[in-house]
């Protein structure tokens, strides 16, 4: 059931109005895209009544960290990042270097990140992702807060840098994780962190993550829209377009605790609970207030 005081506009039919049995953090949302841009008010109302309370908006470079700060200062219940994802690790250069140590002493961010490796694409070469990447990992341990990464068919790679900074990092996070069981193997034995998106509930691609979910601890995986983008494929009715949002993270949730075989509260707590010792928020958000401006408080 949804929150009955809460008015909806047509975006989400009422087949996908989920309201979690408990609090969620969604560790990934891309807020500051684009598509996000005519109705984030009602993206956030809607967030609140599906009881998603605190959401972890995603900076993947300079401009976008700006955003996200901007955000989080106005908006209470959103936090942010600040990073140089991969696909734009050919701009890093000292400039760049000196913008995140700066943005990365705001209280508003709470993750350094989204950097990381992807081969997949290889939008920028293999030695520029690893030279901003190894960059940012020597900003995180500058500012003590965890790594948001990202990595794509470089789990290998990735493993190998993370192993040699491993003593030196605080916590950090492998978000939108999609890999295999080695490689989850591998992260887990650095004592990584793991985020869960979408990805499970598409069974052209995520059908393996069925298989894994119940080797990852539960003390050790969060959840994630990744929204816009993701969108779920199994969703019991048909959304317009194909943005994801917030509101939706509790089906990803009720299908994750489905393959686990945990209790959908159960996992609902314990991955919100994570997330805030992760990213050192408060251990309780109202979820009434999350995106309400200062006027509405």
């Known amino acids: 059931m949804v929150d009955p005081d809460v008015t909806f506009d047509d975006f989400l039919p009422e087949a996908l109005q989920f309201r979690s049995p408990a609090p969620l953090v969604d560790i990934g949302a891309n807020l500051t895209h684009d598509s996000f841009d005519r109705d ?6 809607r967030a609140r009544a599906a009881n998603v309370t605190t959401l972890i908006v995603t900076g993947t470079d300079r401009a976008h960290a700006e955003q996200a700060v901007e955000l989080a200062q106005r908006l209470p219940g959103l936090y942010a990042t600040a990073g140089v994802h991969p696909h734009d690790a050919s701009h890093w250069d000292p400039t760049l270097a000196a913008a995140m140590r700066k943005l990365h002493s705001r209280h508003e961010i709470v993750a350094v990140g989204e950097c990381g490796l992807d081969f997949n694409r ?3 070469t293999p030695a520029k992702q690893e030279f901003a990447f190894e960059a940012q990992l020597g900003l995180a341990v500058e500012s003590g807060k965890p790594l948001f990464i990202h990595e794509r068919d470089a ?5 190998e840098i993370l192993r040699a900074w491993r003593d030196d990092i605080s916590d950090a996070v492998v978000h939108c994780f999609t890999a295999d069981r080695d490689t989850l193997h591998g992260y887990l034995d650095l004592d990584l962190h793991i985020g869960l998106t979408g990805w499970i509930c598409d069974e052209r691609r995520g059908h393996h993550l069925r298989e894994l979910v119940r080797e990852i601890p539960l003390e050790r995986l969060m959840v994630e829209t990744d929204c816009p983008y993701l969108l779920p494929r199994d969703l019991p009715a048909k959304l317009k377009g194909r943005r994801n949002e917030p509101s939706l993270l509790p089906w990803i949730v009720r299908e994750i605790a489905h393959w686990r075989g945990n209790d959908e509260a159960e996992l609902a707590r314990a991955t919100s609970d994570t997330a805030r010792r992760f ?3 408060p251990m309780a958000s109202g979820a009434q207030d999350i995106g309400r401006t200062q006027q509405e408080l």
């Open 40 to 45: 984030l008010e009602a993206v956030l109302r």
């Open 122 to 124: 290889n939008f920028s």
């Open 279 to 281: 990213f050192r928020l």
């Open 155 to 159: 789990g290998r790679r990735m493993r």
